[in-house]
């Protein structure tokens, strides 16, 4: 901790002004007072802004994960408790929820440009910057354009013989299609203005909203009955109650989240 307030303190005196803070909840033997301690620290140093991350837990994904005990873990009622101290203690502390773990003082430009409906999110997060290129650097890394994803070599070594020989060090690439483009949008759209205007929306992709989104509308029907969505025949929108489902809403419009049944889970928990 100590370590964190010199940095931190460095980095107001150098003349940053916007400062963000990444958290994890959902750890190994973390509790509701552990994490409420750990949130008096951060908030005394006052950050800009806050993204407080849901530990995903996927051992069968990452094969040393296989080492954290399943019962060491925060159980669902315990995460949904951890969610509700987040929202609480920053709340009151000023920040406003953006979505999707992420947190910002009032006066924040994430904040103002979701209230003008112009904010955009990528890999990195929410952002003021639409339509910008990502151009990634680093094992791993993906890479994203309007048409294109590539991502790079996961193992350094490899990694590291790619650079050597003066190529892109690109292990996979996906060219999207129409439908991903319109997909996409309608899932930015959600999880950055918290609903979907369909007028404008279809007359952007000029396509009729409810046909083209029949089975997302279905599969929607039950998030509206647990009052997290509302569904008119104008708009879909966020309720207060759905913004810490806003991954579970947003999957609804996700053609490639339709597992056959019976399909090993790719995916964490999305709280």
């Given amino acids: 901790l100590a370590l964190i307030q010199q940095v931190y303190g460095w980095m107001r005196s150098a003349g940053f002004n916007s400062i963000n803070m990444d958290l994890m909840v959902g750890l190994p033997h973390q509790t509701v007072a552990s994490f409420n301690a750990t949130l008096d620290e951060i908030l005394a140093l006052s950050p800009d802004r806050l993204a407080v991350f849901g530990y995903a ?51 924040d ?27 990634a650097f680093g094992a791993s890394a993906i890479s994203q354009t309007d048409e294109v994803y590539a991502q790079n070599f996961k193992r350094l070594a490899d990694y590291h013989a790619s650079v050597a020989q003066g190529s892109l060090p690109i292990e996979r690439g996906l060219r999207i299609s129409q439908d991903d483009k319109i997909r996409r949008d309608a899932i930015t759209r959600i999880m950055c203005d918290l609903e979907l205007d369909k007028a404008a929306f279809a007359h952007a992709w000029g396509l009729d909203f409810d046909t083209y989104f ?22 879909v929108r ?14 609804a419009f996700d053609a490639y989240l339709q597992q056959t049944e019976g399909a090993a889970p790719r995916y964490s928990r999305t709280v």
């Fill in 238 to 251: 966020v309720t207060e109650a759905g913004r810490i489902f806003l991954r579970n809403i947003a999957m």
């Fill in 109 to 135: 430009e994430l904040v103002r440009a979701q209230q003008q409906k112009t904010l955009w999110r990528n890999f990195q997060g929410y952002t003021t910057h639409r339509d910008c290129d990502i151009l």
């Fill in 57 to 107: 837990h996927v051992p069968w994904l990452k094969k040393h994960q296989k080492l954290i005990q399943e019962p060491d873990l925060p159980d669902f009622a315990t995460r949904i408790s951890l969610q509700e101290l987040i929202q609480r203690r920053l709340s009151e502390a000023g920040y406003v929820y953006i979505g999707m773990d992420h947190f910002a003082k009032h006066d």
């Fill in 214 to 235: 029949a089975q997302s509308l279905t599969e929607l029907e039950a998030l509206c009955a647990d009052g997290l969505v509302e569904l008119t025949p104008e708009r």
